[in-house]
């Protein structure tokens, strides 16, 4: 197998990984907007939390991985709920610019908030696939973390499915998403709904903080990837669902080769050059969505 062929491979395969990170991060963004049509810049900050309390659970408390993850997922749905009942409902129908400035500053407690109850310095956990890999060829072997995080997202978004076409709870949330008055007078209880949505993004934020820890770390910072998943939801076509995890491979994709065939420092940058040049094109995004509304 050429050089060039294995660059390219392991581009693929390291950027899909981390684009279905930046896809499950903007997916969290992609869900609120499109129930209460607020934009939560803190979603990577709840990645962050949800990461760490995992890493509790885990490390201090002795769980099973597995039981600590969904310790995690509890915990932070519950953080999600009651973070939109007590305050985040109380802004709804103000201008998008003070939700805005609410949710980054919500980020930037949240992030103050773990350097004091974690502490700064980078840490992580055993996982089932840490130092193990899935050797394909003699150039090109496949960490399992990529493995899991990529199976973890297949399996996490066809859940998100059968749970949004086929339950009664999943259909009253895409109901009160396209008309809030129609399902209320439906007897929709529109703001529970909206408080459970906002508990389902805290958990699909934990997935991806569980996912993403083996090869960035856990700290307070990591929460700065919520802006290259924002880029990813807007990318997409900011709405879209399919399109957030369309956009996060995209930019993961990029990102790593920029990252390999372009001088230092373009890697960090090419998600938003991407996105600008998107933008320009096609503002509404790549699967930009113009319907009618309707319950």
Not at 182 to 188: F, T
Request: with cysteine; glycine share 12%.
């Amino acid at each position: 197998m050429s050089e060039l062929v294995t660059d390219i491979l392991t581009i693929s395969i390291n950027g899909v990984a981390l684009g279905c990170i930046y896809g499950l991060i903007a997916l969290g963004f992609v869900l609120i907007y499109k129930a209460t049509e607020m934009v939560n810049f803190a979603q990577g900050d709840l990645m962050m939390l949800g990461a760490f309390f995992a890493y509790t659970f885990i490390t201090a408390f002795g769980f099973d991985y597995w039981i600590g993850i969904i310790a995690a997922i509890v915990v932070m749905a519950l953080f999600g709920f009651v973070l939109d009942a007590v305050l985040l409902r109380q802004v709804i129908g103000q201008p998008q610019f003070a939700v805005v400035m609410l949710t980054i500053g919500l980020g930037f407690i949240f992030r103050s908030s773990a350097g004091v109850g974690f502490g700064h310095d980078p840490v992580s956990f055993e996982t089932p696939f840490t130092n193990k890999v899935v050797t394909l060829s003699e150039n090109l072997i496949i960490g399992q973390e990529n493995i899991a995080i990529v199976v973890g997202t297949i399996a996490l978004c066809a859940v998100l499915y059968v749970f949004f076409r086929f339950t009664r709870l999943g259909i009253a949330m895409q109901a009160s998403s396209q008309n809030q008055l129609a399902a209320y007078y439906m007897g929709i209880p529109v703001k529970v709904v909206f408080s459970l949505i906002w508990a389902i993004s805290a958990g699909v934020a934990v997935v991806a903080g569980v996912l993403v820890s083996p090869l960035t770390l856990i700290d307070p910072d990591m929460g700065f990837l919520g802006i290259k998943a924002f880029a990813a939801a807007v990318l997409g076509g900011f709405g879209s669902i399919p399109g957030a995890l369309i956009g996060g491979i995209i930019i993961g994709i990029v990102e790593q080769a920029a990252g390999l065939w372009l001088p230092a420092g373009f890697g960090e940058v090419s998600a938003f050059v991407v996105l600008l040049a998107v933008l320009v094109i096609r503002p509404g995004g790549l699967f930009a969505q113009v319907g009618r509304k309707k319950v």
